[in-house]
């Protein structure tokens, strides 16, 4: 196996960056918007009587699920990560064989 070595990311300054701050409807309440305004964080506090959005999945949390549709990697049979390996690849496949009629393509 072949190593990243060591990886080291560049954060940018916080004081010279916009800091964002997202809370549920659970902090909105004078409290909680004066201590994010203290703090310096732009606030994204939604109200209490909003309506409700649609729940969304991330991109990688939709792809585990149809990933776990395929039995073998669910379970996870193989003791060798490069088999494992190749169990994700071919399900991933499947799926992109599978899309391919509903992307139009023949």
Same mark, same amino acid.
């Given at each position: 196996?072949?190593?990243?070595?060591?990886?080291?990311?560049?954060?940018?300054?916080p004081e010279?960056? %916009?800091?964002?701050?997202?809370?549920?409807?659970?902090?909105d309440?004078q409290? *909680? !918007? &004066?201590?994010? %305004?203290? !703090?310096?964080?732009v606030? !994204?506090?939604?109200?209490?009587?909003?309506?409700?959005? %649609?729940?969304?999945?991330?991109?990688? %949390?939709?792809?585990?699920?149809?990933?776990?549709?395929? $039995?073998?990697n669910?379970v996870r049979?193989?003791? &060798?990560?490069?088999?494992?390996?190749?169990?994700?690849?071919?399900?991933? *496949?499947?799926f992109?064989?599978?899309?391919l009629? $509903?992307?139009?393509?023949?």
């Amino acid at each position: 196996m072949r190593s990243a070595g060591n990886f080291q990311a560049r954060l940018p300054n916080p004081e010279a960056v %916009e800091q964002h701050q997202w809370q549920d409807r659970g902090y909105d309440n004078q409290g *909680s !918007h &004066e201590v994010v %305004e203290q !703090h310096g964080y732009v606030g !994204h506090i939604r109200p209490v009587g909003e309506d409700r959005r %649609e729940p969304r999945r991330w991109v990688v %949390e939709r792809t585990i699920g149809w990933l776990n549709r395929c $039995r073998a990697n669910l379970v996870r049979y193989d003791k &060798e990560a490069v088999n494992y390996l190749g169990l994700i690849q071919l399900g991933c *496949s499947l799926f992109g064989y599978r899309r391919l009629p $509903r992307l139009g393509a023949t």
